[in-house]
């Protein structure tokens, strides 16, 4: 079963940290330029970062520059994002992604045609 499944989501203090990973089932992350995606309470849907086959190239958006680290783990067929100094306006759901086309604005990021989504997780960043 072809399958993304993503894990270490939960409750967070402001100005603390958590690592998503995203492991991939049935198929191979290699492949493809992997990303996180997620839903903020009243917002659009954003892109929040990606990372290339290569792992050389690692676009953010904006908001997250700085803070959120993602790489990929081709030993362990992971890709971790980790987020540091958070912030209660990161709190949403959290989706990974692979054949993730970023864009300068996050809202206009997006997954090709041959792209697949994960379940999502939730963030909460709540004292």
């Known amino acids: 079963q072809v399958q993304l499944v993503e894990s270490g989501g939960g409750l967070v203090q402001p100005g603390g940290s958590a690592r998503l990973s995203c492991a991939a089932t049935?198929?191979?992350?290699?492949?493809?330029?992997v990303g996180w995606f997620r839903r903020v309470p009243g917002k659009e849907r954003e892109g929040v970062a990606c990372v290339s086959t290569d792992g050389g190239t690692t676009p953010y958006e904006n908001s997250v520059k700085g803070r959120f680290t993602i790489s990929r783990d081709k030993a362990k067929k992971t890709v971790y994002l980790q987020m540091t100094n958070l912030r209660p306006e990161d709190t949403g759901v959290y989706y990974c992604a692979t054949d993730v086309v970023p864009s300068p604005k996050g809202v206009d990021w997006y997954v090709g045609a041959v792209g697949s989504w994960g379940q999502g997780i939730h963030v909460n960043v709540s004292s």
């Open positions: 049935g198929f191979s992350l290699d492949y493809y330029d």
